[in-house]
């Protein structure tokens, strides 16, 4: 059976009841006063939105989607999960274009949703890599254009740049976008990101060699004399990582603007600290997911601007 035929992916009453199950696991929490577990009172009627209750406790009313990033949300829930669904079970993204087919809501409409889903991907973990003495690898890579910028012959400077960090005993990865990759960008990022017990496995570019003095080791491969692995020495985790993200980025997406790239880069950050390897199949993913949606609001203004 299709995880897609489960009932809160089609019933708008048991859509409610599962999402309140992931975010109140623990109890009712009310978003206005912050009460867990207090009195609550379910309001019922024929004209009663669906999961409205109100707090024993501030009198105010309120659903499991109030201070969620699925508040004042203009489409039912039950399609909200589904896109939750499909876009963390696809190990390349969904574009917003097949949701709109899929769901059959409006192509603006699925462009905001996806954004934010995306900004429940954005992970809030902020514990350094690489605390026991572990390999953290840290790399860049450039992709799409700079607006503003023209195009030329070579270099890197009209394109946009991404840092990325992979930490090889958890399996997660963290990736930023930087506006350009000197070490004047990089160092604070990996200074901020990765403990000093750590072992920094980079390549031969000379920014590192300054930044990896703060750490307990640094080695580096020289990729220029084709050389790309030495003993446990490699930079390939990360690159994979940056394989991936291209690949989603060139395939599904195609283009992105650099207002919106911290977005992307959340989701596929996501995606890869979440993967099978890290014990996830797609419903605890989805699940995860869901997990992101509390304390965050994204409002069609603060999106960014519709393309």
């Given amino acids: 059976m299709s995880v897609l035929s489960k009932t809160y992916f089609h019933d708008e009453a048991v859509a409610f009841e599962y999402l309140e199950s992931v975010l109140w696991a623990d109890g009712i929490v ?3 006063c912050g009460v867990v577990g207090g009195k609550v009172y379910e309001i019922k009627g024929k004209s ?9 406790s501030c009198r ?3 659903t499991v989607k109030v201070g969620t990033v699925f508040e004042h949300g203009r489409m039912p829930l039950h399609k909200m999960l589904q896109a939750v669904y499909l876009i963390t079970s696809s190990k390349k993204g969904i574009s917003a274009h097949q949701l709109h087919r899929t769901l059959e809501i409006t192509y603006k409409s699925a462009w905001f949703l ?5 900004e429940a991907m954005r992970c809030g973990d902020l514990a350094p890599f690489g605390s026991d003495g572990g390999a953290v ?14 195009n030329p012959k070579g270099g890197h400077a009209h394109k946009m740049a991404v840092l990325g960090l992979v930490d090889r005993d958890s399996g997660k990865c963290r990736m930023f976008y930087v506006e350009n990759a000197g070490g004047h960008m990089v160092q604070p990022i990996v200074l901020d990101n990765l403990s000093r017990e750590a072992r920094l496995m980079t390549d031969e570019a000379t920014m590192y060699r300054t930044i990896g003095r703060e750490f307990a080791e640094h080695s580096s491969v020289k990729h220029c004399r084709k050389e790309y692995v030495r003993g446990d020495i490699t930079t390939n985790t990360v690159e994979g990582c940056f394989s991936i993200f291209k690949r989603g980025m060139k395939g599904v997406y195609q283009h992105c603007g650099e207002q919106h790239l911290h977005r992307y880069l ?3 950050e996501f995606r890869y600290s979440h993967r099978e390897a890290n014990g996830y199949d797609d419903a605890a993913r989805s699940v995860r997911a869901l997990e992101g949606i509390m304390g965050k609001r994204l ?9």
């Fill in 30 to 32: 009310c978003p206005h």
């Fill in 266 to 268: 959340a989701e596929f």
């Fill in 114 to 118: 996806v954004h934010r889903i995306r």
């Fill in 299 to 307: 409002t069609y203004q603060t999106a960014g601007r519709f393309a």
């Fill in 48 to 56: 009663a939105r669906i999961g409205l209750k109100t707090c024993g």
């Fill in 137 to 150: 690898e840290v790399d860049e890579t450039y992709i799409g254009k700079r607006k503003g910028f023209g």
């Fill in 60 to 62: 105010r009313q309120f």
